[in-house]
């Protein structure tokens, strides 16, 4: 028995939310996935397929995990070290989480930035992943019609995350690639007055730092300047710090909450949440973990109440726990995980210079910031929309446009270099450094057909009785 769908009745029937455009799948950023997805690549039965370097990934050190699962079998429930542990475990555990759990990520959090900043873990709320904690304080602090303004370049899922079901605005901040695509004060002020003076109640201020997409680090100057903004517009501060240990370069990272933690500041802690999650720091999005801490105990217990939408299973809390409390090896993952980012983000970034291809410099991420503004047509929007349709489809390598992240100015790509081996990077280096030579050829092609072209006009304009547009013949003329 077939189903027949009647497309505009079914709308009918569904919710607005349901039936709208705001999870953002039609974002390139999402369709290069699905090219992807399509037509995966693989080093022997798909050669030619698509590589993936638009996903954010973190697969450099299952090797470490890997090992620490077979040391520790009584971790996990799903063995005869373990199994004993069954029933306790699958039984239904409170909207707190496991004790263990919580202290456990909450040192990991501290060593994650160095041990300079403290985490209580009564203040710890689980969330399904980083998507589910921003949506989670997004609900707690605003409602819907207000807006956040977010520095950009930003990750594209934030439109999903913080919108969709929330029905909140985000309001991009510019930054400049002429300034390195830092957060100024003047930026803010300016696009927050402007959301004002729309009627746009402004009820936060969302950052990452580390960047995603930039890879960049803020400096404690610019976060004392956004606490201060926060404090005086009496706005909220909502600190994406999923990559926090991803910090592979100097200088050291510095968190929101080492600086909260400076004597005599006078920033106000209750606008001040810290999202954080483990799918990039120790590599396990799957596992969907994410955390909600606030400094703010209103937003705490509302956060836990809602956190029952998307828990944490007790299982992986129970196996993160032992993990996380093994301070040998998370100690060693954390400087082994920087060691190998360097050295992958060096080989890479030198890759692309040796066809004159750069990035903007970096020391933090899971990716490049691509500059291939010189590649571009013309400086707009739909020829960076252009180039990366060749670079999908011709190229077969999946890099997220910059407009994608509401960058400003075309022709910043994302290109992520964390989620593959070191062969397949090379598979992905060769192809790229092939169309950088190709586009080179077409260029120099154009030029000497201008070049050609030139010359035949100003010798015809140099021949008697010829009457060419460059001849002065015309303009005695006229």
Known sequence: MGFVSNHNNNK????????????????PYFDGWKAYETDPFHPTTNPDGVIQMGLAENQLCFDLIEDWIRRNPASSICTAEGVSEFREVALFQDYHGLS???????????????????????????????????????????????????????YPGFDRDLRWRTGVKLIPTPCKSSDDFKITRESLESTFEDA?????????????????????????????????????????????????????????????????????????????????????????????????????????????????????????????????????????????????LCSRRKAFASGLARVGISCLEANAGLFCWMDLRRLLREATEEAEMELWRMIISDVKVNVSPGSAFHCAEPGWFRVCFANMDDSTMEVALKRIRTFVFRCRKRWQLKL????????????????????????????AAT
């Open 12 to 27: 009918a029937l569904l919710s607005k939310i349901a039936t709208n455009d705001g999870h953002g799948e039609n974002s």
């Open 100 to 154: 263990s759990f919580r202290h456990a990520i909450a040192k990991f959090m501290e060593k994650a930035r160095g041990g300079k900043a403290k985490f209580d873990p009564d203040r710890v709320v689980m969330s399904g992943g980083a998507t589910g904690a921003h949506e989670l304080i997004t609900f707690c602090v605003a409602d819907p019609g207000d807006a956040f303004l977010v520095p950009s370049p930003y």
């Open 196 to 340: 004002k003076s729309s009627g746009i109640n402004v009820k936060g201020l969302l950052i990452t730092n580390p960047s995603n997409p930039l890879g960049t680090i803020l400096d404690r100057e610019t976060i004392r300047d956004i606490l201060s903004f926060a404090t005086e517009k009496k706005i909220h501060l909502v600190c994406d710090e999923i990559y926090a240990a991803t910090v592979f370069d100097k200088p050291e990272f510095v968190s929101v909450s080492e600086v909260l933690d400076e004597a005599n500041t006078t920033f106000d802690r209750d606008l001040v949440h810290i999202i954080y999650s483990l799918s990039k720091d120790l590599g396990v999005p799957g596992f969907r973990v994410g955390v909600v801490y606030s400094y703010n105990d209103d937003v705490v217990r509302c956060a836990r109440k809602m956190s029952s939408f998307g828990l944490v299973s007790s299982q992986k809390q129970r196996l993160l726990s032992a993990m996380l409390s093994d301070e040998e090896f998370t100690s060693n993952f954390i400087a082994e995980s920087a060691r190998r």
């Open 448 to 475: 000497r057909l201008s070049f050609s072209s030139s010359h035949r006009l100003e010798d015809a304009s140099m021949t008697p009785g010829v009457m060419s547009p460059r001849s002065p013949l015309v303009r």
